[in-house]
Nanobody, 122 residues
């Protein structure tokens, strides 16, 4: 069993940065892959990045590559999403999810956090 809690969301101006945190609990968190997804109002949930259990493998959609970075600290049971050069289009609820392997598909992740709101003003 893995329990996930996101934090770090808030209101930021366009061009600014935010770092989201995903705190994991449970014995298997440090060996789990973690993905970040977001869902804007009225839209489907979208993949924004993933990291493997060891932290040496990350993957991003082309549209976000270079602005978003996923990292993890297994000693602290934490995964992070660093977001730079934020745009109003990045406004969404951001979720972290844990699963056996990294994937761009939501269905491959077994555990989900409750989400944290990110709002980017123009």
């Amino acid at each position: 069993q893995v329990h996930l809690v996101e934090s770090g969301g808030g209101l930021v101006q366009a061009g600014g940065s935010l770092r989201l945190s995903c705190a994991g609990s449970g014995r298997s968190f440090s060996s789990a892959a973690v993905g970040w997804f977001r869902q804007a109002l009225g839209n489907q949930r979208q993949f924004v990045g993933s990291i493997n259990w060891s932290g040496d493998g990350t993957f991003y959609p082309d549209t976000l590559k270079g602005r978003f970075t996923v990292s993890r600290d297994n000693a602290k049971n934490m995964v992070y999403l660093q977001m730079n050069a934020l745009e109003p289009e990045d406004t969404a609820i951001y979720y972290c999810a844990a699963g056996e392997r990294p994937s761009t598909f939501q269905s491959r992740y077994e555990y989900w956090g409750q989400g944290t709101q990110v709002t980017v003003s123009s």
